[in-house]
């Protein structure tokens, strides 16, 4: 089972970036999935989550309204779109998988099959 983020880079600030998580070794079918950061000298945070069927999504405060999560379920891929970059949005990009939006997005929600994440860095 392996997920790997990718699309990452050094943008300005004000500007956008597509992320994007494939998965390779098995199906995600059913699942939600969701997109996590870290930043330098912070713990891992919670992003924004989809449901299965793309009908529900759930966003961190920080990136409503500039972030978008979807999926594509016939490439086993998720992706963040980003839009108004902010310097505080520079970290590791992750994702993840997991049963339920609650689980995901719970402070206890712990996976072990991390990966690199992809670096995103915004500059002021």
């Known amino acids: 089972v392996q997920l790997q983020a990718f699309g990452g880079g050094l943008v300005q600030a004000g500007g956008s970036l597509r992320l994007s998580c494939a998965a390779s070794?098995?199906?995600?079918?059913?699942?939600?999935m969701g997109w996590f950061r870290q930043a330098p000298g912070k713990e891992r945070e919670f992003v924004a989550a989809?449901?299965?069927?793309?009908?529900?999504?759930v966003y961190a405060d920080s990136v409503k309204g500039r972030f978008t999560i979807s999926r594509d379920n016939t490439k086993n891929t998720v992706y963040l779109q980003m839009n108004s970059l902010k310097p505080e949005d520079t970290a590791v990009y992750y994702c993840?998988?997991?049963?339920?939006?609650?689980?995901?997005?719970?402070?206890?929600?712990?996976?072990?099959?991390w990966g690199q994440g992809t670096l995103v860095t915004v500059s002021s």
């Open positions: 070794g098995r199906s995600f079918r059913g699942y939600v």
């Open positions: 989809i449901s299965w069927s793309g009908g529900s999504t």
């Open positions: 993840a998988p997991a049963i339920t939006i609650a689980t995901i997005t719970s402070p206890q929600f712990r996976y072990n099959y």
